[in-house]
């Protein structure tokens, strides 16, 4: 089992940028596909960026492609997101999740075994 811990969410003005982390204890999160989903009040979650086990391999949708990138250190057990050039509609909890059923990454949330909690990303107008 691996454990997952978001941090670095909070307020920000439309054209700015966070840094999201999300630390993994337990099992070593370089065993698992990682990714990145976010939910935005009265919609479903959605796969915003997913990353490989050894991170040779990334993939992003398509609306923040060229503004999120998604990263990980496995020495130091930590996967990151990387969100520039914010907009409004970015505003959403943002969740990270390990999957152990896939090689390279996963859009789909039924493939991810492990979820943190969640960090709530305000941008504003």
């Known amino acids: 089992q691996v454990q997952l811990v978001e941090s670095g969410g909070g307020l920000v003005q439309a054209g700015g940028s966070l840094r999201l982390s999300c630390a993994a204890s337990?099992?070593?999160?370089?065993?698992?596909?990682m990714g990145w989903f976010r939910q935005a009040p009265g919609k479903e979650r959605e796969f915003v960026a997913g990353?490989?086990?050894?991170?040779?391999?990334?993939y992003s949708t398509n609306s923040v492609k060229g503004r999120f990138t998604i990263s990980r250190d496995n020495a130091k057990n930590t996967v990151f997101l990387q969100m520039n050039s914010l907009k409004p509609e970015d505003t959403a909890v943002y969740y990270c999740a390990a999957s152990s059923k896939v090689t390279y990454y996963t859009v789909r949330t039924n493939d991810y075994d492990y979820w943190g909690q969640g960090t709530q990303v305000t941008v504003s107008p």
């Open positions: 990353i490989s086990r050894s991170g040779g391999t990334t």
């Open positions: 337990g099992r070593a999160v370089s065993t698992y596909v």
